[in-house]
DNA sequence: GCTTGTACTTGAAACGCATCAAAGGGGCCG
DNA sequence: CGGCCCCTTTGATGCGTTTCAAGTACAAGC
């Protein structure tokens, strides 16, 4: 069962190699009769063409590649998601990659595609962001994505400020008295989210605010350890609202909260940020504010099309894209349920949207009018 | 900014070609001093392989393809972690591409995979299986997941029927009398799911069965008009216990339940099969059988690495996995709950295996001893 | 000093295809 | 009938690697 070749389909069919290669390219350029011919001699022989050799030949083929750090977190999905959708509706194939957390993989399958003549290249980078120097060498479009980097190149990020923002209005909202934010802002991304915490508060300055840190990682374990640290506070030093700063350590918050027999919402709101399906598998509903993965997805595939379109573009853009408010499910889970809404979507939550931000020096993001419900876990 | 590639490493390090490429590939080849040189040259001037070129000269990479319907759905995520893991454990990439429900990108997908050199490609196809005939005769492994092909080849699949019993024998267990089955048995999978069901009542002859079917599609919108259905009978002729032949099914009965007032669960039962977190947002969470989707992952890599292995072996293997019963939230939700589960894992859930099922001609599968929970979403 | 062996290194030949300048074929006009 | 032009097809060339038979250098043994 040798591989069949250009070659065989062009003596099958009686015309030349490049014929064939022009069937496949631009059928446009053969006669009808031709290329009818060489199509029937294609499925009959059961021909392949071998992309390897296309590529090498043809430079650059029309796919672009993603890699993310993992498959099992909602906002990489909808990043894959967003990014699948506008680069088939540019004509180009998306194929994912799982760095599965582990910087060497990610590094890995990143040269993996930039060295497959991908047309492009997104990454959702872990932590850091210190590419081996070689990788601002390669002549391949990137962009980065939820990222904010300082050296020039394309990315696009959630606007981590305004999630913080909205949780904390939210907070207001809801008549808060005293708040506390859960967890270290390790990483870029959840200092911004204290920092829009705080401007939000400093507008009520009646209302207390408390910044609780247990541990390095943000874990489960550490929200649990908060939440029983809170909880055996004496009741009138108690929050009424609690804030983690991601939607695991909200949920540790909660369960050592119930645990300890403090009723949530009943006695302490507690709300997260991420729109993190893993964390959602308590039995008290959590509120959560989730950065728009679909639109972040959809705009890294625009930006790569327009580094390959106008080659001579800046070499520098960044987009922040502001967060659309997504209370999963209510904090009281006895609220007022629209049931109507259960049985379409599948998704028991209240949507808004908030107007995307303008980066003072970037090009003014589309506005997130539409968020990819189905695509959402 | 022109791409460097070997000839510009092997001329600046004053060596030839092919010593470069064997620094590559065969570093134990080299004097230690000339792979240092190389390696150092090959980082000063960023050199990063070309992979299309490696794959034409140097026949199959190290890498595998795996075309999923859909990134969203649990299950499929299973299956991309099962064969991830599985995968590396091998020194293999796995490449994902997501068809998006769409036949023509899976085709198109699997083509582009298997015209890449992949050393072997897996999917998880859309209902139908008449592949285009020249697939067969294409000699790169493949091994098709959650199927059962009657045409000769190698596939894994979950053990439906056994889905179908362990939701049967948790009914019975829960003493329920009268039974309903919601949903049509529109593909093999639901069809062996029921025959499940139906083998473990054939035991007990006292308890009522009905299946009942609304539409093509099991939709949410069925099972709603399923339910309303149900919740408008008499009150002692409605069952106590419903099975949705998917979790989709089983949300949308609750939904119509409770708008009619029934309590789920006081007064009537509801589980799922799939494990389909989608489906798990209601405010009633659902008992559902998720199909071992990371086993399943798995053990098409190992068929893959057989049929790379050794060659001459078998044309044909089946493997049918036994599912595992996983109770995502008891029915109750006010049942006990262990609450240190929530804060480890992540996953209120219960979890007991079974022993899977030897296929009558096929291999014995390993028993299943671990469930990603880690993974699933 | 010559031979044999060992340890590296070399470079030319594929790999399967896209490209493109050039050739071929046919119709039309003069 | 000849000349032109347009539409279609041809096939040699090169893409960046890997591979492998052939080469080189050096050391040990005689």
Redesign the interface.
Known sequence: ????KISDVAREAGVSLGTVSNALNHPEKLRPETLKLINETI?R????????????AGGATK?FGLVLPR??H?FS?QI??GA??EA?KHGY??????A?NDDI?ED??L??F????MSGVMVQPMASLDW????T???VPIVHLDVHCSEPGYYVAADNEAQGRIIAELAIARGAHRIVVVGRAAFMQLTLRVLGIHKALALHPDIKIEVIDAGEWNT??DG?SIGTQIAERPADERPDFAIGLTD?LA??VI??L??KGISVPGQILVAGCDGN???????V?LTTVAPPGYEIGRKGVQLLMEQIEDKPAAKTKRVRIGSAART??TVT?TED?N?QE???P????RVSTQKAEQHPTGPSAAPITDINL????
Chains 1, 2 share one sequence.
């Open positions: 069962m040798a591989k069949v499925n022989l059961g021909y392949l063409p071998n992309q390897s050799a296309r590529q090498l796919s498959l099992d909602g999905l894959a998601s699948h959708n088939r194939d998306l194929l994912i990659a799982n599965d993989l890995h399958y040269r993996y930039m060295g497959t003549q081996h120097p070689a990788m060498k390669i002549p489960a374990a649990y695991v949920s540790g369960s050592a119930t645990d399906p893993l964390a959602w598998s308590g039995s509903p999963v499910t889970a349920i049931r259960l049985v379409r599948f998704l028991l939550e189905g695509a959402y876990l």
